[in-house]
């Protein structure tokens, strides 16, 4: 029988170590799970593909922080959600609708140039965004819906209706009726900060984003107030603090960031609005914002470890014509097993023998 | 509209209802529990995978349901064991129990992608079955659907004729207080969450064994996400989820029928009528009525219970 104990104190060494044993935990079943499925392929070298090659091939590692930037800022966004009990499940949602907002004023001036072309994309992305997540925060102040429901739904409808205006409106006049919108031209796109790569500037926004949202949560009392709506509201109301305007603030926070993310991926790496454009990035966010413990900094690296599942899930695709979805395993299993180390923080566990009880 | 297409289209709506009936009445005995799920549609999707598998290699219905059943129960268990015994975040556990039934979905099935199966056939009651009208409407149903029926009513009289079923309730409402009387609150909702995991097994296979022969990893497109919405829409009233889950079944019917009718609306904005109308619904039950789902919201939903003693 397993019992946990409360620690008096948080502990301070599996703070570092519990992420590194749910790894380790993750990479030993993942290891079992393929050796028992595929019998066909030596284990080890699709281990090797999945998680070593990325790290040592230029290019995998230019695509893998190309994958890390919009993980980053989405993830910043629902995690400072998160901190208030605000569950804005549907950042994907966000991230398509900020991806056509953004796109249609880059398609509006598709033969025009000027500084000021992306500022304004990245304003009508953000903008898209926080209405659509301001949907779930109008919903939820006025009339109790939960905003995990509606946030979720709605990213179906934004998918259907990216599909919609590819099929209509925003296809390409010349593009042989794909369902795909014009090129942007190069003064739409996001510039490359690595040549040779796909790696461009939204990756540096990411991470200044990042110590931003540190900043604003270590000093400024909004922080404060977000942290102890979530934790404990009925406190947070004794103290004054408006739980609608949390609510309204977290929402169209994660909104917006999710937005621009969704435009970042429209102008950086694929360079036009096609059918590809949703990613599961706004649910993978979701793993990256838990697995940081929703702390600004930790949610780079963790970023960076999810875009490794991806990337590493794309290669076994390609050598060992293994199916993607290998990833979404991956990433499941990560988030199990963080979640469950997490608890020798706070516990302390120790095995007692059963001693039956009359009851 | 002849008579024909009227029977068509009710006939329709309960067939579209009844895998929504299941996954959402065993949430709903979970969240009476006082556990957050949501991991319904990874659930789902899992269920119907190996429904899929075990009707394809033994052509039995029967062990094929139970399949789905127990991959449902095994997938759940890994919730239970998380959140019950190492009180880990419900809202989290749940998100991450739907990609991994996702996952892993896809990645079983992948080999099967091209298969076709026999869909399960309607039963045939003599005389009742032949009747006009009321044959068709009533008696034309395979086994399925009339156990999503059952299930609706047992889970009622459980919750609400037993002693079992009000221990489950009080723990929902107040799992200290539970405790302190003597209860075992986390056996009861290892045990809740379980049955949660077989339905929305039986559900996902009722898609795969019913609806449609051939394997998808798409297959849920969500279906397990609106149960959890028609759970709050029955304010946790086992009957009300029936009703629900047609209004649902109708909303998926009549956007198919839209489409083929030649509606001069693009196909895409038909097929957003479920989560729309899944909002709309959520939010009009509020206007109706603002504090009636409160009140029977269960006290404890999605809270962590850990005994100090």
């Known amino acids: ?74 993830a910043l966004g629902l995690s400072i959600g998160f901190r208030a009990g605000v569950w804005n499940i549907g950042a994907e949602g966000q991230y398509v609708i900020g991806g056509i907002t953004g ?55 934004a998918v259907l209706f990216l599909s919609a205006m590819l099929q209509g409106p925003m296809r390409n006049p010349s593009g042989f009726n794909f369902p795909e919108s014009r090129p942007f031209h190069d003064g739409a796109l996001l510039p490359i900060i690595w040549q040779g790569t796909r790696l461009n500037v939204g990756l540096i926004i990411a991470v200044i984003l990042s110590f931003v949202t540190w900043l604003g949560i270590k000093k400024h009392l909004s922080g404060l107030q977000i942290k102890i709506t979530g934790s404990a509201p009925r406190a947070a109301k004794f103290a004054g603090f408006d739980d609608k305007k949390t609510i309204w603030f977290a929402l169209l926070i994660s909104g917006g960031v999710a937005g621009l993310a969704g435009l970042f991926e429209v102008i950086g790496p694929a360079g036009q609005i096609t059918p590809g454009l949703p990613q599961f990035y706004g649910f993978t966010a979701i793993i990256v914002a838990f697995m940081s413990r929703l702390h600004p900094i930790a949610i780079i ?40 180390c997490d608890v020798l923080i706070q516990y302390k566990i120790v095995f007692i023998k059963t001693i039956r009880q009359k009851l | 509209m002849n008579e024909g297409l009227i029977i068509a289209i009710i006939i329709g709506i309960s067939i579209a209802a009844v895998p929504l009936i299941f996954a959402a009445i065993g949430e709903l005995l979970v969240e009476r529990s006082g556990v957050l799920n949501l991991g319904v549609e990874g659930m789902m999707i899992v269920g119907a995978l190996a429904g899929f598998v075990v009707e394809f290699h033994t052509g039995s219905s029967f062990l094929a349901v139970l399949a789905a059943l127990l991959a449902g129960m095994a997938i759940a268990s890994i919730f239970a064991f998380l959140t019950q015994i190492l009180l880990t975040n419900h809202v989290a556990t749940g998100l991450a129990l739907t990609l991994f039934g996702l996952g892993i979905a896809a990645f079983v099935g992948r080999s099967y992608t091209e298969e076709n199966i026999e869909l399960i056939s309607a039963l045939h009651i003599p005389v009742l079955s032949d009747l006009p009208v009321i044959g068709p409407l009533l008696f034309s ?43 075992n609150v986390v056996r009861y909702r290892v045990l809740a969450i379980l049955f949660g995991g077989a339905m929305a097994g039986i559900g996902g296979a009722f898609l795969s064994l019913v609806q ?87 006290n404890c939903l999605g809270r962590i219970f850990h005994s100090t003693s």
């Open chain 1, 301 to 340: 690296f963790s970023a960076l470890l999810i875009a490794l599942t991806y990337i590493g899930g794309e290669n076994v695709q390609i050598y060992f014509n293994l199916p993607s979805s290998i990833t979404n395993i991956f990433q499941g299993m990560l988030l199990f097993y963080f979640l469950a």
């Open chain 1, 103 to 157: 796109g249609a004023v880059g398609l509006y001036f598709y033969n025009v140039e000027g500084f000021w072309l992306i500022p304004l994309m990245s304003l009508a992305a953000i903008l898209g965004g926080m209405f659509y997540a301001g949907i779930a925060a109008f919903l939820k102040n006025k009339y109790q819906v939960n905003e995990i429901l509606v946030t979720l739904m709605l990213t179906y409808v």
């Open chain 1, 1 to 74: 029988m397993i019992r946990l104990i409360p620690r008096a104190q948080p502990s301070k060494a599996m703070i570092f170590l519990s992420p590194l044993l749910a790894l380790t935990l993750t990479a030993v079943t993942a290891f079992f799970i393929f050796a028992f499925i595929l019998t066909d392929i030596k284990v080890s070298s699709v281990f090797y593909t999945l998680f070593v090659e990325p790290l040592i091939d230029t290019y995998y590692i230019s695509e893998l922080l190309v994958k890390a930037a919009p993980l980053i800022m989405i």
């Open chain 2, 141 to 183: 149903y395979n086994p399925l659907v009339y156990l999503a029926f059952v299930m609706v009513f047992l889970v009622w009289w459980f919750l609400f004729k037993t002693k079992q079923g009000l221990i489950l309730r009080a723990i929902g409402d107040n799992h200290d207080a539970a405790h302190a009387i003597g209860h």
């Open chain 2, 212 to 298: 449609v022969p051939i394997w998808g990893e798409d297959m849920t497109a969500g279906r397990g996400w609106i149960a959890l919405a028609l759970v709050v829409f029955s304010s946790w009233q086992p009957f009300k989820v029936i009703l629900g889950a047609l209004i649902f079944g109708g909303i998926t019917i009549l956007q198919l029928h839209a489409q083929g009718f030649d509606v001069r609306i693009s196909a895409q904005y038909l097929s957003m009528l479920p989560y729309i109308a899944t909002i709309v619904i959520l939010v009009s039950l509020r206007m109706r009525d603002k504090n009636k789902t409160n009140r029977t919201m269960p």
